[in-house]
């Protein structure tokens, strides 16, 4: 931010305006870049989500072309995940994992400025396709074959696109991982460390392990489209159900990775605003590692209506919901730790609640989703749609937005407005309960997904969900302004912030200095 | 930075590094894995591509099974075709013989490969090729049609609670693959 610009007597000299920026090596300018990048595709994917509730708001085809509304969809997943929940959380990662671990800055300085680096040329080619012959990817964030196939002249920068935010990511968890392995002060055990940390090296595990996956599933694609292989295809001798297995071998890792983070911010947030110390501190990491194990073995929970031997669906729904054990347990950690707490309710506050309390409700979806007789009805409707939003926007989202308001007056030394955040934490709330609660409705009365019309039985819970939708873009736009208000100005931060934060990234200046902990701290 | 923490950082990046490359080429094994796993399991309703040698012995007359044909073919390739008869009642054991017409309705040769699926997946194994137009391509020159045999039997074995098989046969258009 602006003002984290404070230089040290030792610092080597680093060039000022746009050039500071892009030959960046510092934790802290590269997290900054990473968050507001993050910002800004959060804004794209949400002016498509925009255009898809605008179509869907009566039935009938109203604005767009049903090709273009697939278009939509398909890349609107895209630019979320990849682009605005993924390096949102690499952004955190690298702020807070240096100040949190007693460290001056990232293990691998370089490789950081080249991750965040390649994100803008992954995003550009993927959002230029837009206006290429035959159109933007359609086929489906998921990129099933032989449909995905037939995509026009975008479907070489859709592979490209994908390798780049894949290269990009592996680069990004590498650093976190070598940082955490071998940069902690002294006294900082593992079994010390916060539980964002725990939660990030988990999560980076997990995206060495899978985004290679990805990548080969996508070259597979590549080279059956363009060098006459066979990989799915099954004149050749390939089968198309493979790329299924692979895409979501990654794929349910992949859900996780968008998640784990989200779990270590509501664990920092909960217990300072508790007043307590966390419930079950080790319980957290040992849950926390089970669910990245667990979710290598449960991937055909997306594919049970493909096809599958008997014993094969019930190992996988008995897998799945496996996993809303550890799941529960830090459910349960949270709930505790509030239990007979001091509890004050901030910004950060509201939001790791609402976090807590709509999380629990795509927990829930997801195990009736994972029942394999009842997931032959559901699946590709709207039903699985409010589970991943449940999930993902009430899920993920909420808890980047908390972790911003969080640490936002460490970052820049200015407090953000109180008032306007618990006004942005209500009106999201509501509103997007009001957007996606009806779409429940909607996928057990058989509504499919990803289609721009419908039936007219659909469409007052169509019409609610729409009207949801608007609410919650535009109270987006508050974030926006709050962010930028709170970068330029406001009420002078104190070091510790909130009375009952604790932890290294805490006993720093409020902005901290540019390199973070020039001498170790000893952790005692 | 220490001498030997410089070390440590360059260790951990080689273990992750490795990681990568090791998940890279996973992918690549899952291919040849995931074959070998569909044939010995017929999982996909994939059959054996080539003829099967089966043990002629009696029928097991107490067991009927229907067989229902399928003929597709894929996009739009411009071939008729479609199976002589769309069912059969067989008793498990019985060798049975039926045909499939195909023609070329197009001006080209054209050279077609015929995938066979067998619904449900788990009986895929127990159905039994002796003779199919599915093992080679078919090479038909403009305007040419064809009655090709097939060959076949139902295992003895065949689970207890199948009685209805689907044979679904789709043609690609193998000069696609080709160019
Ligand atoms: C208790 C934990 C969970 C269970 C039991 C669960 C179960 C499921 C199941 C069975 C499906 C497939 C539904 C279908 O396609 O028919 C599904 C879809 C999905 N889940 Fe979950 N889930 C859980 C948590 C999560 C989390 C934490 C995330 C992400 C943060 C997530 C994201 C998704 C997404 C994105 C899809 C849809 C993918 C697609 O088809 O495009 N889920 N979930
Ligand atoms: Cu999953």
Redesign the pocket.
Do not use: N
């Given at each position: 931010m602006s003002t984290a610009t404070t230089h040290d007597a030792h610092n080597e000299e680093h060039p000022s305006g746009l050039m500071r920026w892009v030959t960046t090596t510092n934790h802290k300018d590269i997290g900054t870049l990473y968050l507001l990048f993050a910002l800004m595709m959060f804004i794209v994917g949400g002016a498509m989500a925009m255009i898809i509730r605008a179509e869907l708001f009566e039935p009938g085809l109203q604005f767009v072309e049903p090709q273009f509304f697939n278009s939509m969809t398909t890349m609107h997943?895209l630019v979320m995940i990849f682009g605005a929940v993924m390096p949102a959380f690499v952004g955190l990662a690298n702020w807070l994992i240096p100040m949190m671990i007693g460290a001056p800055d990232m293990a691998l300085p370089r490789m950081n400025n080249w991750s965040f680096w390649i994100l803008p040329f992954a995003f550009a080619i993927l959002l230029s396709t837009l206006f290429m012959e035959g159109g933007a990817p359609a086929g489906?964030?998921?990129m099933y074959p032989p449909l995905v196939l037939q995509t026009g002249n975008a479907f070489p920068f859709l592979i490209f696109s994908v390798h780049l935010m894949g290269i990009s990511s592996i680069m990004g968890a590498i650093n976190v991982i070598v940082t955490i392995v071998n940069m902690r002060a002294p006294g900082m055990t593992m079994m010390k460390m916060p539980l964002f940390v725990w939660t990030w090296l988990i999560t980076a595990y997990l995206l060495i392990a899978t985004m290679p996956v990805l990548a080969g599933a996508v070259t597979m694609l590549l080279t059956d489209r363009f060098f006459d292989t066979s990989f799915f295809n099954a004149a050749g001798g390939g089968d198309p159900v493979m790329f299924q297995h692979i895409f979501w071998f990654f794929?349910h890792p992949e859900?996780?990775i968008?998640?784990l983070p989200?779990f270590g911010i509501v664990s920092q947030i909960v217990p300072t605003f508790a007043r307590k110390p966390l419930f079950g501190y080790s319980s957290m990491v040992y849950a926390t590692a089970s669910i990245a194990f667990l979710s290598f073995i449960v991937w055909a929970?997306?594919m049970?209506?493909v096809g599958m031997p008997l014993t094969g669906e019930l190992f996988f729904m008995y897998a799945?919901?496996l996993?809303?054990v550890p799941?529960g347990v830090k459910v349960f950690n949270w709930v505790s730790t509030m239990w007979r707490g001091a509890m004050t309710f901030e910004t950060p506050m509201l939001f790791a609640l609402g976090f807590v309390v709509m999380?629990t409700i795509?927990?829930?979806s997801?195990?009736m989703?994972?029942m394999a007789p009842v997931?032959f009805q559901?699946?590709?409707t709207y039903f699985?749609v409010a589970?991943?939003h449940y999930?993902?926007v009430t899920?993920?989202v909420f808890a980047i937005m908390g972790a911003s308001y969080y640490w936002m007056p460490k970052w820049t030394g200015h407090m953000y407005d109180e008032r306007l955040g618990k006004l942005h934490f209500w009106l999201s709330t509501i509103s997007v309960n009001v957007l996606f609660f009806p779409q429940h409705f909607l996928g057990l009365a058989g509504m499919p997904r990803r289609i721009p019309d419908y039936s007219v039985q659909f469409a007052g819970f169509n019409e609610i969900s729409s009207i949801g939708g608007f609410a919650f873009g535009l109270t987006q736009l508050l974030y926006v302004y709050i962010v930028f208000k709170t970068i330029k100005g406001g009420a002078k931060a104190t070091d510790q912030v909130w009375e009952g934060a604790h932890g290294l990234e805490w006993t720093l200046p409020s902005p901290p200095p540019y390199h973070s902990f020039s001498t170790a701290p000893e952790v005692k | 930075m220490t001498h030997s923490a410089e070390q440590g950082k360059k260790r951990t990046l080689r273990q992750t590094l490795l990681i990568v490359l090791g998940m890279f080429g996973f992918v690549f094994a899952l291919v040849p894995l995931y074959s070998v796993l569909c044939d010995v399991t017929g999982l996909n309703g994939k059959t054996r591509n080539q003829p099967e040698r089966v043990v002629y012995t009696e029928p097991d007359l107490s067991r009927t099974i229907t067989v229902e044909f399928l003929a597709n073919v894929n996009e739009s390739m411009p071939w008729d075709f479609h199976p002589a008869v769309t069912r059969m009642k067989v008793h498990p054991g019985q060798v049975r013989k039926t045909s499939f017409y195909a023609r070329n309705l197009s001006s080209d040769t054209m050279v077609g490969q015929a995938v066979p699926s067998v619904a449900p997946g788990l009986a895929a194994l127990h159905f039994r090729k002796t003779e199919c137009f599915c093992f080679t391509e078919q090479r038909f020159a403009p305007g040419e049609w064809r009655d090709m045999p097939l060959v076949f039997m139902v295992d003895k074995d065949l689970p207890e609670d199948i009685t209805t098989l689907t044979l679904a046969y789709t043609f690609f258009d193998k000069q696609i693959l080709v160019d």
């Open positions: 997943a489906g964030w998921t794929g859900v996780y968008l998640i989200a929970h997306h049970f209506t799945t919901m996993i809303a799941t999380f795509g927990g829930f997801g195990l989703l994972a997931d559901y699946h590709d699985v589970h991943f999930v993902l899920g993920a | -």
